[in-house]
């Protein structure tokens, strides 16, 4: 079992309450799906309940950090060293189609820099979560990217920008490069937990442009924690600036972002 700290802790424990809210509510946009009615503003409320459960919750044990999450304004803390990067559900397009694969992702930023994550996907009830220094975790298994080093055995897993954003042939035309030199590309639509698989293996790469700081904040830690390797989509750019993000193993990383980057 890791030996985890008592942020970390609080952090896992808001992510399991807000779960038990998004559950009950997926299950009623599940019972929508084949009605005309659109999920569309019962899905934002479900979003909404789960960030106030989980800055209730994050406020409560650490009173004078700040915040930035996908649903509110940004707040400055007394601490202003320290913030929550919270997305409450990430992979709402999933949750909106009934589709069982989105998450909850609580990052702990400290002086610039992420130092806890956590990523909590309910419906198959896997916490994924590292600290800086702690190595990662998913639920009390520590996470090591793949080993695999051949490139046309990897699974390899984007974001393809959808209506009218921008980036759209680009991302095709690294597509091209990508699909004949390995073994297959998936589209999951959770970039929080896009990196968390990279973290655990099961995807060897996973590269999207386009996104907020909230979407990848915790899976940054999390991949690093895990022996992968993350940069920018820009040169020497940080990808929680610049929401455009590569993460890799180790064995393929060169490889990857050379065919990727150029
Ligand atoms: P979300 O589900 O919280 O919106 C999928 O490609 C990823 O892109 C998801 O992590 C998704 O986060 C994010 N995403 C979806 N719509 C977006 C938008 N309009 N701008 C930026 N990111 C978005
Ligand atoms: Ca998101």
Known sequence: MPNQSATINVMIQAARKAAKSLLKDFTEVENLQASTKSPGDFVSKADLRAERIIKYELEKA???????????????????????????????????????HWAISIALEH???????????????????????????????????????KMIEMLFSTGIPFANKPGLSTTLTEIEKIMPKCS?????????LDLAYVASGRFDGYWERGLNSWD?????????????IIC???????????????????????????????
């Open 232 to 262: 920018s989509l820009e040169k020497d750019m940080n990808p929680l600036l610049n929401g455009s993000i590569l993460a890799a193993s180790d064995k393929i990383y060169e490889e990857f972002s050379s065919l990727i980057l150029t």
């Open 62 to 100: 650490r009173p004078y950090y700040g915040w930035v999450g996908e649903e509110s304004e940004e707040i400055v803390g007394k601490d202003p060293t320290r913030r929550w990067i919270v997305d409450p559900l990430d992979g709402t397009s999933n949750f909106l189609h009934g589709i069982p």
């Open 216 to 228: 990848i904040a915790a899976g940054i830690v999390i991949v690093k924690e895990s022996g992968g």
């Open 184 to 192: 297959g590309l998936r589209r999951d639509g959770s970039a929080a």
């Open 111 to 149: 002086k610039n820099e992420i130092t806890s994550g956590v990523i909590y996907d309910p419906i198959k009830d896997e916490c994924f979560y590292a600290e800086k220094g702690n190595g990662a975790w998913l639920n009390d298994k520590r996470l090591r990217v793949s080993g695999r080093t």
